[in-house]
């Protein structure tokens, strides 16, 4: 793919901006939140982001200010590289879609879902350049389609179900995988027909004129799920500062339900977006938050088999034996 233009260089920019590690934070611990073991003060929790879109929430909220534990975040532009750097021990929580939770699953056996995220299909979709000729999914065969970010996301797994929707097969099409923020510059130059991605790059990109072929209603789940590494899990002090992290991160989604004005404006000055698309993206994302339960683990159970038959997931998962069911009562 040729370099973007000088033309869209800054926008790119400012995409980079938003995908690339925000900065740490580092909290002392509070001697007047709930209570902890002795030693909290000495764990410090990664807290992993797409697109500080995690941060953004819990920044509106205002949830961490006093948190018993020191934290910093770690953003990345999207699951691949988050779930990269959980395996490597770099990450304690990572936030992701269903279906790169479940592919991160395949190669790392010590990863372990927590939470689950309730929002709107709506998040993610197809999309085409505003005069395209394509008009409807049944148009895309022989086409290309840029899937983001990487094999195994929820855009892929969007796309196979709008194909067979249509009457297609995933062989009708010619896929591409290219990370979301390289695809927002090539689709914004041009250089991209069809693109199939999510949140925030969707929503921005429809600001700025992209037409959704399709979106991942009563396709996706709208589900999201947070992760942790069975070693963090393992360790008692560790595993406290996680359960009040996620114990935390629930308040936040519950202040953004009630206040979605004040959060779309936090979430656009966090990642430089305008406020109307931030407005759509934040009233659209999985935030209602609770702890994994057996109802989550049967949902996602059902993602992964269909998964399997799509071609997305080399093999089968147990998902019950990857969740951390019963971890909240802790």
Same mark, same amino acid.
């Given at each position: 793919?040729?370099?973007?233009?000088?033309?869209?260089?800054?926008?790119?920019?400012?995409?980079?901006?938003?995908?690339?590690?925000?900065?740490?934070?580092?909290?002392?611990?509070?001697?007047?939140?709930?209570?902890?073991?002795?030693?909290?003060?000495?764990?410090?929790? $990664?807290?992993?982001?797409?697109?500080?879109?995690?941060?953004?929430? $819990?920044? @509106?909220?205002?949830?961490? *200010?006093?948190?018993?534990?020191?934290?910093?975040?770690?953003?990345?532009?999207?699951?691949?590289?988050?779930?990269?750097?959980?395996? @490597?021990?770099? +990450?304690?929580?990572? !936030?992701?879609?269903?279906? !790169?939770?479940?592919?991160?699953?395949?190669?790392?056996?010590?990863?372990?879902? $927590?939470?689950?995220?309730?929002?709107?299909?709506?998040?993610?979709?197809?999309? +085409?350049? !505003?005069?395209?000729?394509?008009?409807?999914?049944?148009?895309?065969?022989?086409?290309? +389609?840029?899937?983001?970010?990487?094999?195994?996301?929820?855009?892929?797994?969007?796309?196979?179900?709008?194909?067979?929707?249509?009457?297609?097969?995933?062989?009708? #099409?010619?896929?591409?995988?290219?990370?979301? $923020?390289?695809?927002?510059?090539?689709?914004?130059?041009?250089?991209?027909?069809?693109?199939?991605?999510?949140?925030?790059?969707?929503?921005?990109?429809?600001?700025?004129?992209?037409? #959704?072929?399709?979106?991942?209603?009563?396709?996706?789940?709208?589900?999201?799920?947070?992760?942790?590494? *069975?070693?963090?899990?393992?360790?008692?002090?560790?595993?406290?500062?996680?359960?009040?992290?996620?114990?935390?991160?629930?308040?936040?989604?519950?202040?953004?339900?009630?206040?979605?004005?004040?959060?779309?404006? #936090?979430?656009?000055?966090?990642?430089?977006? !305008?406020?109307?698309?931030?407005?759509?993206?934040?009233?659209?994302?999985?935030?209602?938050?609770?702890?994994?339960?057996?109802?989550?683990?049967?949902?996602?159970?059902?993602? @992964?088999?269909?998964? #399997?038959?799509?071609?997305?997931?080399?093999?089968?998962?147990?998902?019950?034996?990857?969740?951390?069911?019963?971890?909240?009562?802790?």
């Amino acid at each position: 793919m040729r370099h973007a233009s000088n033309a869209f260089s800054s926008r790119r920019r400012r995409l980079l901006q938003l995908a690339a590690t925000l900065p740490a934070l580092t909290l002392a611990t509070s001697k007047t939140a709930c209570a902890a073991p002795a030693t909290s003060s000495d764990v410090t929790l $990664v807290l992993g982001d797409q697109a500080g879109g995690a941060r953004a929430l $819990v920044e @509106a909220a205002g949830v961490l *200010q006093n948190a018993p534990f020191a934290f910093r975040w770690a953003n990345f532009q999207g699951a691949a590289p988050l779930f990269e750097a959980q395996r @490597a021990g770099a +990450v304690d929580l990572a !936030p992701a879609g269903d279906l !790169p939770v479940l592919t991160a699953a395949t190669g790392d056996p010590s990863l372990r879902i $927590v939470a689950a995220r309730v929002g709107s299909g709506a998040q993610l979709g197809i999309l +085409v350049q !505003p005069d395209s000729a394509i008009r409807t999914v049944a148009d895309l065969k022989g086409r290309d +389609v840029v899937v983001s970010s990487a094999r195994g996301s929820i855009s892929q797994y969007q796309l196979y179900g709008a194909l067979a929707e249509a009457g297609l097969s995933r062989t009708d #099409v010619n896929v591409r995988f290219v990370l979301p $923020v390289d695809a927002y510059a090539a689709f914004e130059s041009r250089q991209i027909e069809v693109w199939a991605t999510f949140d925030p790059y969707f929503g921005s990109a429809v600001q700025r004129g992209g037409r #959704v072929l399709r979106d991942g209603r009563g396709i996706n789940s709208g589900l999201g799920f947070i992760t942790a590494p *069975q070693g963090s899990l393992a360790d008692p002090v560790k595993r406290h500062a996680i359960i009040e992290a996620l114990r935390l991160y629930q308040a936040a989604g519950d202040w953004a339900l009630a206040h979605p004005a004040a959060y779309a404006q #936090v979430y656009a000055n966090l990642t430089h977006l !305008p406020l109307d698309a931030a407005s759509a993206i934040t009233a659209r994302a999985s935030i209602r938050q609770h702890f994994i339960t057996p109802d989550d683990i049967a949902i996602l159970q059902r993602i @992964a088999d269909t998964a #399997v038959r799509q071609g997305i997931l080399p093999t089968r998962i147990d998902v019950a034996s990857i969740s951390a069911v019963g971890l909240g009562n802790a």
